[in-house]
């Protein structure tokens, strides 16, 4: 056992275990753990720093050389922000703008190191594909200039949303969700995407929106599209299609006679294919059949007035009231033989006929204009109830 100058005790163990800790350090050692540990940082290097003075001008820093660093005032923040106070103590990182000057000191910058790292984190949103928010700063010939993450980047404009690819000085001035689709550091160039932003935006809707969606549900939309064969519905999400025969019960020639683009309308789900994405709506099925209002007012025998809307080789077709039309077969025409129904009727014309048959199930009507007659002697003796079960299958 032996004494320490200070009147300690080490066992002979303790001892032991002094003199080989020392012994294993060599001199070599203990000279490369003094370099690794005051390493002279290079240029370009983005080090942890401490906060050790504040002066008007600069800022001191130790980031573990062996000169300390410091950091001029120009470099303290990013362009166009407002930094706040650095106070001593402060853990900071910095990054190497100079490893000695004049004075033998490190020569830092806060700015470059924020700039640094943020295309860091810039270049991970963009491999996870994160939606991120961007403030538009301005327009050019080509898009738009946006601020993302305080950084300085490009909107192209055919990357704009749809709704503004024909306004793009709108979006001036306002912050909007984008995705980042290009992070170049060496050429300084970060392209964003507003559209696949919107796109996957849209694509979670549209998976809400079919988990909540059923077949009869009547939901609210606005007209997103128009084509010859229907009109496309967005109802939050997804746009779903009226197909030109269920906008109304009426029969209709043209989409635009029935809807305008943007209009909002109310529309019932008719059928859902979540495999497919596609939603069918329906207009007229939220407004009363007037197969409903035929069968109490128009009763077989009736007299009514109906408009020829085509005439065939077989006869003519009348409305006879709002979306229903019947069948004058050209055998109802006249008493007399007719070789051609555009002999007696014309498209246009306005006529009053009797109704001699209804087909609820099949939704068809049998006029006669020569019932509203009597017979000539020669046919008094005929019967003249002929039924029209030769309705024939005619292409609508």
Known sequence: MLSTESGAVLTENEEGTDQESSASMTMEDYLHFEEEAFKTPNHGDIVDGIVVRVDPDEVLVDIGAKAEGVISSKELGMRGDV??????GDQIKVYVLQPENEEGNV???LRRARAETTWIVAAEKQADGTVIDADVREQNKGGLIVNILGLRGFLPSSQVARAYAGSLESLVGKRIPVKILEVNRKRNRLIVSQKAAEDEDRARKREELFSRLQTGTTVKGT???ITSYGAFVD???ADGLIHISELSWDRVSKVTDVLQLGEEVTVKVIKLDPEQTRISLSL???QQDPWERLVQSMPVGSIVEGQVTKTKKYGAFL???PGIEGLLHISELSWDHVERTEDVLKVGETVQVKVIGIDTARRRISLSLKQLSAPPASL???RTD???DEYPEVEE
Not at 83 to 88: F, H
């Open 223 to 225: 007209v997103s599209g």
């Open 83 to 88: 930094d706040s106070e650095l106070e001593p």
């Open 319 to 321: 409305q006879i009231m």
């Open 284 to 286: 007229r099925q939220l």
């Open 386 to 388: 002929q039924r029209q």
């Open 380 to 382: 008094a003796g005929a």
């Open 107 to 109: 020569v830092l910058s």
């Open 235 to 237: 109802i939050g999400g």
